[in-house]
């Protein structure tokens, strides 16, 4: 299928690996040009260049987006963007009663607050050409609870109450907004969370892995690739309907109907 959005100009934050990697490649096969941000300056130069060899121009900007410095620098290189995917890494696991006031501090700014100022950077821009599309990656825990990662699920919250009603602001001048709510997918940040389980039980990360796999209904784990497809085609001109939602892609693992 053709995206309809070959020419245009993404910022994706924090995408040098994992999801936001997947969804800058994905929006690279489309024919869109990108700005990327991680803070590792070598992961991201290799991202950089395997995008470039897509045919797409790419600017790789280093620096924290969590920072109103990080922020500033990469929002200067992506002036004028067309589609915006907000990412940054996930609050660490731990217990409701061991964070102090500085840890709630750092998730709400990291996962709630920075892509919120991202969007009110970029959505102007947007307006004023009557068009533009938003992707937030947030997580399954928006709508599923994962006990241990508190600090995610209240940032996320925070976030997705505030693009619900954002959403239906900007939709009169053809700009959309949506969240993609990942479930367990194959990345570092999967692995680190599985090593940290791992050492509480007292078995291998590996084990851990296979079995949040084998208890998926697809009994494997998510890939990049197939949630960038997702996230291009949110950012894409047939997608123009979808409007303030919250795509769970888990492989079916939240046991719910609806
Ligand atoms: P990942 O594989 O660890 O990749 C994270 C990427 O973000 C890296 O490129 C990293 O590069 C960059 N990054 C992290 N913090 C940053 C910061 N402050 N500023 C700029 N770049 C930053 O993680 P992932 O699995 O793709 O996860 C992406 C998001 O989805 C996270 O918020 C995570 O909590 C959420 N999520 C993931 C899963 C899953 O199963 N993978 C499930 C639910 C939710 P640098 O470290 O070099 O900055």
Redesign the pocket.
């Known amino acids: 299928m053709d995206l309809g959005i070959r020419g245009k100009r993404a910022l994706v934050?924090?995408?040098?690996?994992?999801?936001?990697?997947g969804c800058a490649m994905a929006l690279a096969e489309a024919g869109v040009d990108l700005v990327i941000?991680?803070?590792?300056g070598e992961?991201?130069a290799a991202a950089a260049a395997d995008l470039r060899a897509m045919g797409v121009q790419v600017t790789a900007v280093a620096?924290?987006?969590?920072t109103e410095a990080?922020r500033a620098a990469v929002l200067a290189a992506a002036e004028g963007v067309d589609i915006l995917v907000t990412?940054?890494?996930?609050?660490p696991p731990g217990l409701w009663s061991q964070w102090a006031r500085a840890d709630f501090q750092a998730a709400i700014e990291?996962?709630m607050l920075t892509p919120i100022f991202l969007m009110q950077a970029v959505l102007p821009g947007m307006i004023g050409k009557g068009w533009g599309r938003v992707v937030n990656?947030?997580?399954?825990?928006v709508k599923s609870p994962v006990p241990v990662l508190g600090l995610?699920n209240m940032a996320r919250a925070g976030l997705t109450g505030f693009v619900g009603g954002t959403s239906r602001q900007v939709a009169p001048h053809g700009v959309t907004i949506n969240n993609l709510?990942?479930?367990?997918?194959?990345?570092?940040?999967?692995t680190?969370l599985n090593s940290a389980e791992a050492a509480k039980r007292g078995v291998t990360a590996a084990q851990v892995a296979a079995e949040h796999a084998g208890t998926n209904p697809t009994r494997r784990?998510?890939t990049?690739a197939e949630f960038g497809a997702m996230c291009a085609f949110l950012c894409s001109t047939h997608a123009g309907f979808i409007v303030g939602q919250n795509i769970l892609l888990d492989g079916g693992a939240g046991n719910a109907t609806l």
């Open positions: 934050t924090a995408a040098s690996k994992g999801l936001g990697r941000n991680a803070r590792g992961a991201l620096g924290d987006i969590t990080g990412n940054a890494g996930g609050p990291a996962n990656i947030t997580s399954q825990s995610s709510l990942p479930g367990n997918h194959a990345t570092d940040r999967a680190m784990a998510g990049p």
